[in-house]
């Protein structure tokens, strides 16, 4: 593998710490030197704003570092015209956008994806951060970077003789089954995960996503909204999602709010951008709260 280097320029509606931290990932550390490091696929890349709307992008990988670094960070969409539309919405719409208005959906790995999201299930960010860690760790490959050793998310081959106990062991708790029995179900493709890109209809996808174990109607959609498939009209509900929601549009009693009510309104209000909608009213709503 080879270190390349590439700067971004003239990228506008990219910022990186409301891209990284804001749910959708769980494998980028900020440095010292205000920078993030993360892994995609088999490379290690460190990214950092040197000038405004200008990144210095640093990658050990064989990959292409531009075609990677664009397409990963989604850079070819025009976030602009997204964030023009969406604030025609209503004010809570355009107080969202004006928040996290750097906000890239990242184009992640699908496996990766799939199985980080099994993790995320009734569980916080730093712990889900910890768990995948390990798991990389004690499964995936070692690449040493400008004097660090990270590791590749490991490969459903690399996971094949893994047992539910060696899983446990990482901290999965109730997870361990489920990841296990998915990735034997990915292994005999029982699901073929290349082909999913392949389906058009995002019901059709979703569907086949909901008979994998540990894939309920939320982590499905962050599937499918996060990963390579990026299907925008899709509306992850959790806990900050569905809170939200109440305040500013529902107006009930949290505990009794309805999930499908949740869905229509995404749906009428949002269209086919419900998915970066979503991601603009979460990242708000939550970093209210630490505030």
């Known amino acids: 593998m080879k270190i390349q280097e590439y700067t971004l320029k003239d990228i506008d509606c990219f910022n990186l710490k409301d891209t990284f931290q804001c749910g959708q990932c ?8 205000a920078s993030y490091t993360g892994i995609v696929r088999q490379n290690v ?3 950092r704003k040197i000038d405004n709307n200008e990144y210095q992008v640093r990658m050990l990988g064989n990959e292409d570092i531009e075609k990677l670094v664009y397409e990963y960070f989604d850079l070819n969409r025009d976030y602009g015209k997204i964030q023009n539309k969406l604030s025609c919405v209503d004010e809570n719409m355009k107080t969202s956008i004006k928040y996290g208005q750097g906000i890239r959906l990242l184009n992640q790995d699908l496996w990766e994806i799939l ?9 916080n960010i730093p712990r889900i951060q910890k768990i995948i860690k390990r798991l990389a760790e004690s499964y995936g490959k070692p690449i040493d970077f400008l004097g660090n050793v990270y590791y590749t998310f490991p490969t459903p081959e690399e996971l094949k003789d893994v047992t539910i106990s060696e899983f446990r062991e990482l901290g999965l708790g109730f997870r361990d089954k489920r ?3 998915t990735t034997q179900k990915i292994l005999k493709k029982e ?4 082909k999913l890109e392949c389906i058009s209809n995002t ?17 499905a959609d962050c599937i499918l909204l996060f990963s390579t498939l990026k299907r925008l009209e899709v509306f992850p509900i959790d806990v900050w999602v569905n809170r939200v ?6 107006h009930g009693k949290e505990d009794k709010i309805n999930k499908n009510e949740v869905l229509k309104l995404a749906e009428e209000k949002f269209g086919n951008l419900a998915g970066i909608a979503q991601q603009y009213l979460f990242y708000w709503r939550r970093e209210q709260e630490k505030n």
């Open 191 to 194: 699901v073929d995960l290349k």
């Open 26 to 33: 769980f494998r980028w550390e900020e440095n010292e030197d």
């Open 245 to 250: 929601m109440n305040e500013l549009y529902i």
């Open 115 to 123: 199985i980080s999201f099994i993790i995320s299930a009734n569980n």
């Open 45 to 47: 890349i460190n990214i």
């Open 179 to 181: 990841i296990y029995e």
């Open 203 to 219: 019901q059709e996808v979703r569907n086949i996503l909901l008979t994998l174990p540990g894939v309920g109607p939320k982590v």
